[in-house]
């Protein structure tokens, strides 16, 4: 240490850049100014230490703990999707995936949680990802988490679209279309974004992409497919408001061609209490993926907006040294005293609220996807689990039922993705029910209100297995 204030032409506390020829940090991610030729002033590492108050480390620690809980809340889902029976869990690839993503996203925050690696290399280079394999972990799940987030939420939008807008039913090479581009993507995204800008310690303690090239190779292509997901979003639930708020003025038509559902009511005998239901109907049927879509990709949004701000103004104070004059010389008048300077930095950073909103909303969307695609009948299913490993449940009562009657029940638990909240009643393939025109389906992958329609169409097994003794004694 006494070496370097022995060489150290720069005032306190910046360092002299000659001081540290060889570093293997992330040199570019160094804040100085050239005060002389051939001398560079820097910052001492890191830059939010200088620029923020103390607070601002247990911002970031309270963020990368809600970023845990929505981890493990994510996990919860993800398992429970896995091991437990169909009509506990009302699961859908587009919802597994898009969860999958938003796990991935928590995980560049829990990462540096686990670890507390060093943010610096030096006394004034921060670390990269060549020389902290946690910086690389934690900035490449967070941009791949980042996309995949997206680009499910994208095609969850877009799903519900076609069918809602355009009648058409989304099968299989939807399924293969949707796998194809929610995962190679992100990982196209990822591999430009580590090759052609790389990863560093610039926000705390997780790494984020530098800047060089980012807005190229992460930025706009994000906010692009997050903005086609919010125009496709509204557009979605603007078709919906429109086809019920036109059947109210078109006395001679009915919703029959809307695809939705429709009901036997005249529209010239109908109440506005019965609009209202109409309507309320249509909300009810959406408002959980319409809900989820905006949610993360807002965040995502959010956070792309408040970080590339943040990055320019760096390396703005970078290149014209009159941006951050006043800090600097407060900096140096206070004998690196920052405490009396933060007024001179809030000038030309981000706010210390607005950094503590972007990274407490960016945590919270795996507790959100809890919220709105977790069921309370999943912990019942993970209790009845339990119970028959330990040999307690009810699998160990068994029934006698003819093979015709086994078969009957299995046939109709093909399709897993339609189910009812307010019940655990699974409904049926098209193959396997005939509807009318009138109950059309309106998603593959939101709540149906069906249950009547199952009742309807598989018949019960005290019928089959009274059917099966008949037929036998006749025999």
């Known amino acids: 240490m006494a070496s370097v204030n022995m060489g150290n032409l720069c005032p306190p506390p910046f360092f002299d850049s000659r001081l540290y020829p060889d570093s293997r940090g992330f040199v570019d991610g160094r804040l100085c100014q050239k005060i002389a030729n ?171 992409i530098n800047h060089d090239n980012s807005l190229a190779d992460l930025w706009i292509p994000l906010l692009i497919f997050a903005g086609i997901t919010v125009i496709t979003t509204f557009a979605t639930f603007g078709y919906c408001v429109k086809v019920y708020l036109a059947s109210l003025a078109d006395n001679s038509a009915s919703t029959e061609g809307s695809g939705l559902p429709s009901y036997t009511n005249s529209i010239r005998t109908m109440t506005p209490r019965q609009a209202y239901r109409r309507i309320k109907r249509v909300i009810a049927l959406q408002w959980r993926g319409i809900a989820i879509v905006l949610i993360i990709v807002a965040d995502v949004i959010f956070f792309s907006v408040v970080f590339v701000f943040q990055d320019t103004v760096v390396e703005s104070v970078t290149s014209d040294p009159k941006v951050a004059e006043s800090w600097v010389l407060c900096l140096i008048g206070s004998s690196g005293d920052k405490n009396k300077c933060l007024k001179e930095a809030g000038k030309f950073v981000v706010n210390e609220a607005t950094v503590a909103a972007v990274l407490l909303l960016l945590g919270l969307n795996g507790v959100w996807l809890l919220f709105l695609l977790g069921r309370r009948s999943m912990l019942v299913g993970w209790v009845d689990l339990f119970k028959n490993l330990v040999g307690r449940g009810d699998s160990q009562k068994k029934e006698f039922v003819s093979v015709d009657a086994r078969h009957d029940m299995k046939a109709d638990t093909r399709s897993y993705e339609m189910l009812s909240r307010e019940n655990s009643a699974v409904v049926t393939t098209v193959t396997a029910v005939k509807h009318s025109s009138r109950d059309r389906q309106t998603s593959d992958y939101y709540e149906q209100n069906a249950p009547a329609a199952h009742a309807a169409a598989a018949p019960s097994v005290p019928a089959i297995a009274t059917a099966a003794l008949s037929k036998y004694k006749s025999a």
């Open 38 to 208: 051939g001398v560079m002033c820097c910052l001492p590492c890191p830059l939010t230490d200088w620029v923020y108050p103390d607070s601002f480390r247990t911002i970031g620690t309270v963020a990368n703990w809600v970023a845990a809980i929505s981890a493990i809340c994510c996990l919860y889902l993800l398992l429970s999707w896995a091991f437990l029976p169909v009509d506990k869990t009302n699961r859908h690839y587009l919802s597994i995936c898009l969860t999958a993503g938003v796990f991935l996203m928590n995980l560049g925050f829990v990462v540096p949680l686990a670890a507390q690696p060093e943010q610096c290399y030096d006394k004034i280079t921060p670390h990269g990802m060549k020389t902290s394999k946690v910086c690389g972990a934690s900035g490449a799940l967070l941009i791949l988490g980042g996309w995949s987030g997206v680009m499910w939420a994208f095609l969850r939008s877009l799903s519900l679209h076609l069918q809602i807008c355009w009648q058409m039913a989304v099968g299989k090479p939807f399924m293969y279309f949707a796998q194809a581009a929610g995962w190679g993507v992100p990982l196209i995204g990822i591999i430009l974004a580590l090759v052609f800008s790389g990863v560093s310690f610039r926000f705390g303690t997780v790494c984020h």
